[in-house]
């Protein structure tokens, strides 16, 4: 009799003990009517109630809990499946590099924390369904965190690690008629811990589905499906290859579309290979996602039914060429992102609904691949991939980041796992394997990756040699060659992260025997993403640059409460638990809350678009850049707009054959009515797809041009009404008050309303993003954030008394211009003059001007920020849209009139920063309900500016650091400027924004635009 030892726990060649081998994924049912069901009549869901004790480390769990004997009806009751973390033991516990033990426990690979080592200990007591009775019966956990031990009355069935494949047990030795008592222990940390220190939240329990399962009396236990093309790609060979239990014979039908391929009959015993020849086979992509139905139906020697397994397969050849990644002969270029499984609501737990969202703006936003960071997924998401189309690396459960990222500074690399150690082999290879077998069927899997920033060493390699060994069909991935070049064949392709632009071409011109890729980049925390495109460029210009992984998907974050009861997006610390690595953990280009895509997707979509259009007045040229898709499958819509108002639609016919271009004359004449023009090529879906609905725009250019007009100088007359401490304007239906004494506009009356709640300043400032941040602009530019907040119209250089710096001010019949100098406390000690030019209409010509000083250096911001109340909470504008764009982040944006409430345009950013912004805005409005309100306009000479209309000022958005810290709203904050800093992202810890997206401070700065009441 097998028992099981806690102390080999920590052992790390005790990872499988009893566990069944890892086997493919096909489902398998009784008969064609249960396939139609969906339900197998040879699986019992375990899912739900089981009873349940948390202690804090395993000798504070109860002893012999396990046993028949020991009665657990008293004991809490938990869901399963669900982390505990999320149930109500333990805390979630974000962490990044750092091991989640460290600075708690001192200890080294080969020893797991004993004071705090959280030990789950599960109970389900269940009877046996008639249906499965008198067969073999297994037990099937999917996915347990990190380790398991299973009992089943009373006796140890066995012990799985690895958290993120199924540990599958064979029960029919242990069971009993009536009620059953099945036991589990699950184990926070293990031995396999030290290889999951994934950038994750750290969680624990029975996290996937549990099932009871049965198999007839003959059964395809594991079946390999390959459907390739030879090189020609006119013909196809299907080979399946199967381990049977039991004897019989084997009825496999093919087809597509409803169509039969072939129907044949095969001998089943044992271990058996089939192979066919089909003739023009269709090719499965991402872009055209074309699966054959493969119906497998087994019967028993005396021909009665025995099992259906239904299953997909695609027809696809993915190879190298020339140091190229091909898939069915053209060259690949992955426009992808790396996904964690996670829910705000339920963790690593992610139901069916959110996965099928998920793929679904993936799809609508041009995302063509998928990298499982940094591990297998649920089962359900290759699947769907399949079905969807969406390329797949699938990758294996294994980091170690924490225990190599000091190593060259320590010289501590005795610490790193698993290198070279022999001990950590057999569990590398054991998760390389389970996966492989797993996942080995589906199209989607293109490459299979080692796992990830786990340094280098033999254990990977051989990995590496695993996989290409069982599947000559894929190539194998693994980043951390970069860090250690000692087996530098254990990745096929060169794979880095955050490289910049400039070192993928320096890399690229010394060493050519490998395609790049970039398996994380254009790190998305926050508000991000800037200059995306320059990536994205060079797939175009560089045959071996691949493309890349976008840092990631969604926001790891989870739905918290704060102290009135108000939910929330929890990070890292916001569970009180040490060590964290805090908002690092919300990386997403959608929201953790409602999965629903952030404004740096608009930006995405573009730059991953498929077709692109090079728009000019009477042309296009149409660049398809799909490998297998002709523009034909996609409607051609033209619209004219003009200001903003479209006048014209129409179709146009293309016809671009997959990687070629052509140049069509335009269905629309140019105009020559004065106004601004905007010519705006779309490619739409003809039909309705499973993600998306007719219609929807897959790709699109833009062509602006103008047809000018002479605009007339206002003559209506002002009067100037002039006293000591003030200077009136007075016009038609409003009038200004300048303060002498205040430094500056205090009052815009327009139909007798009071229009401004505070004088208008001169802004050099944002918010801070999570870029800013590890960049460390912050500091380096702090002066201007101290400029922004204190400009002075007094010279505070004369010590206690400061004199006023006094308004010059001049007059004219129809125009009255007041300038106030403000001198900036900076070191050294600057200034800026802002002139207001006051018309018989009621505009107010605003001009900024500043003479730049060399020390200061870059600056954030340049502009002026007005406070309105909060009342004006409409926003209307004639600019990029729809999302918030940044000089790095607008080419997704199109020209156009859009309108938003000013709440809308507070991003929900889990850390309060710069948001909303409009670049290129002609005009925009901020008004109450009733459309009144203050309107702002570009200067010809000025040109568009950037426009931001949010509810708090950039300082009270740096100083949250949730949004439930911000203050109740009393305001409408506007902001317009000559421009911004780029956002950045090439990464979050250091990448600075790129020189071309910050602002020219070498020459005078000017800016000027108007406002008036509406």
């Known amino acids: 009799m097998r028992t099981f030892d806690y102390m ?66 008293d004991w809490d009751d938990i869901r ?40 789950a200990s599960y109970v389900k007591y269940f009877t046996v369904p008639e249906r499965m009775q008198g067969k073999r019966l297994f037990i099937s956990f999917q996915g347990a965190e990190s380790g398991i031990a299973v009992w089943l009355n009373g006796e140890f069935v066995g012990y799985s690690e690895d958290t993120f494949t199924p540990s599958e047990f064979e029960l029919t ?41 049965t198999v007839p009396d003959v059964h395809i236990r594991d079946m390999r499906i390959r459907a390739i093309p030879d090189e020609s790609l ?123 969202k998920d793929l679904t703006v993936m799809k609508q936003n041009n995302i063509n691949a998928i990298r499982t960071c940094h591990y297998p997924d649920a089962s359900l ?157 060079l797939t175009d210009t560089e045959p071996l640059y691949q493309g890349g992984f976008i840092w990631d998907y969604i926001d790891q974050t989870i739905c918290k409460k704060d102290r009135y009861g108000n939910e929330f997006q929890a990070y890292g610390g916001d569970f009180d638990e040490r060590p964290t690595d805090y908002n690092f953990s919300a990386n997403g280009i959608a929201y953790g809350g409602d999965r629903e895509p952030s404004p740096k997707m608009q930006e995405v979509k573009f730059n991953y678009q498929n077709i692109t259009a090079e728009v000019s007045a009477e042309q296009v040229k149409v660049i398809n850049k799909n490998l297998f898709v002709n523009t034909d499958s996609f409607a051609c819509i033209v619209t004219v707009a003009r200001n903003g108002v479209q006048i014209r639609k129409e179709n146009l016919a293309t016809d671009v054959e ?64 002039r006293s000591k401490h003030n200077i009136g304007v007075k016009g038609e239906n409003f009038d200004v008050l300048f303060s002498v004494l205040d430094g500056g506009l205090v009052s815009y009356r327009y139909a007798g309303k009071e229009m401004i709640k505070e004088i208008p300043k001169p802004n050099f400032w944002r918010a801070p993003v999570d870029n800013d941040q590890g960049n460390q602009m912050p500091k380096r530019c702090a002066q201007w954030k101290i400029a922004s907040m204190y400009p002075s119209h007094k010279d505070f250089r004369a010590g206690t008394y400061s004199p006023i710096l006094e308004p010059k001010v001049e007059e004219g019949v129809s125009c009255v211009k007041v300038t106030y100098t403000y001198l900036l406390p900076t070191t050294p000690v600057s200034e800026c003059t802002l002139a207001y030019e006051v018309t018989g209409d009621g505009k107010v010509k605003t001009t900024l001007s500043y003479d730049p000083v060399k020390e200061l250096g870059a600056m954030p911001e340049f502009g002026v920020i007005f406070k309105f109340d909060a009342d004006y909470d409409h926003v209307k504008w004639y600019g990029l849209g729809p999302d918030e764009t940044y000089s790095d982040r607008k080419r997704g944006a199109k020209l156009g009139i859009y309108e938003n409430l000013v709440k809308d345009n507070m991003a929900k950013y889990i850390v309060p920063q710069e948001c909303g912004a409009k670049e290129d805005v002609r005009y925009a409005s901020v008004t109450d309900r009733r459309g009144r309100g203050m309107l702002f306009e570009m200067d010809e000479k000025s040109g568009p500016m950037m426009f931001s209309a949010l509810p708090y000022t950039p300082h009270e958005l740096e100083n949250a650091k949730h949004p439930y810290e911000l203050p109740q709203v009393h305001y409408t904050v506007v902001r317009a400027a000559l421009g911004q800093m780029g956002i950045a992202g090439d990464d979050s810890w250091g990448a600075p924004t790129h020189p071309e997206y910050l602002l020219d401070v070498r020459d005078k700065m000017e800016f000027t635009f108007s406002f008036r009441g509406i």
């Open 658 to 721: 997959p990687l070629c271009e052509k140049t069509y004359d335009l269905p629309v004449r140019p105009e020559t009515v004065p106004g601004e023009y905007t010519i705006t090529v779309s490619f739409r879906l003809k039909e309705e797809t499973i993600w998306a609905p007719a219609g929807h725009e897959v790709a699109f250019g833009q062509y602006v041009y103008a047809v000018k007009e002479e605009k007339k100088p206002c003559v209506r007359p002002v009067s100037v009404i």
């Open 80 to 119: 399963v499946p669900a982390h505990i973390q999320m149930e109500g033991y333990d805390a979630p516990q974000y962490a990044n590099t750092q091991y989640p033990w460290e600075g708690r426990e001192d200890i080294r690979p080969g020893e797991i924390p004993e004071h705090f080592n959280p030990t």
């Open 381 to 537: 998401i290759y699947r769907l991939c399949d079905e969807y189309g969406l390329y797949m690396i699938d990758e294996t459960n294994l980091e170690s980041h924490g225990s190599w990222d000091t190593a060259q500074a320590t010289g501590d690399y005795d610490y790193i796992v698993p290198n070279n150690k022999p001990e950590w082999l057999d569990a590398m290879l054991d998760r390389a394997n389970s996966m492989y077998q797993r996942d080995k069927n589906h199209p989607s899997v293109l490459i299979w990756s080692c796992g990830n920033e786990s340094y280098g060493g033999k254990d990977i390699y051989e990995m590496s040699r695993f996989f290409r060994g069982e599947d000559p069909t894929r190539l194998v991935h693994y980043e951390g060659v970069f860090h250690d070049r000692s087996y530098n064949d254990t990745s096929d392709m060169e794979s880095q992260m955050y490289p910049s632009v400039e070192s993928i071409k320096e890399f690229l011109a010394k060493d050519r025997s490998k395609p790049f890729i970039c398996c994380e980049y254009t790190h998305a925390m926050g508000n991000s993403c800037g200059a995306m495109h320059k990536y994205t460029d």
């Open 173 to 213: 030795d242990y069971i009993k008629e009536g009620e059953n008592k099945l036991a589990a222990q699950v184990f926070k940390w293990t031995a396999g811990s030290w290889c999951e220190d994934q950038d994750f939240y750290r969680f624990s329990g029975i996290y996937r589905d549990v099932y009871l399962y």
């Open 8 to 73: 080999k726990v920590k052992d790390p060649q005790y990872f499988r003990d009893g566990r069944e081998d890892a086997h493919s994924d096909h489902a398998y049912y009784a008969s064609a009517a249960d396939m139609m069901e969906g339900s197998s009549m040879f699986t019992e869901s375990l899912n739900g109630i089981w009873k349940f004790h948390y202690a804090k480390n395993y000798e504070s769990a109860i002893p012999g809990f396990e046993k028949e004997e020991y009665c657990c009806a």
């Open 234 to 356: 006119e013909k196809g060979t299907l080979e399946i290859c199967t381990e049977t239990w039991g004897k019989g014979m084997a009825c496999i039908r093919l087809g597509y579309k409803g169509q039969v391929c072939f129907e044949e009959e095969k001998a089943l015993e044992g271990k058996n290979t089939w192979t066919w020849e089909i003739e023009k086979p269709e090719l499965w992509s991402a872009e055209e996602p074309k699966l054959y139905d493969l119906t497998i139906e087994v019967y028993d020697d005396d021909g009665s039914l025995c099992e259906v397994i239904p299953e997909k397969t695609g027809f696809r050849r993915f190879e190298m060429k020339d140091s190229i990644m091909t898939l069915n002969g053209k060259r690949i270029v992955f426009k992808g992102a790396n996904r964690h499984e996670f829910s705000s609501v339920n963790g690593r737990c992610v139901s069916e609904e959110e996965l099928r």
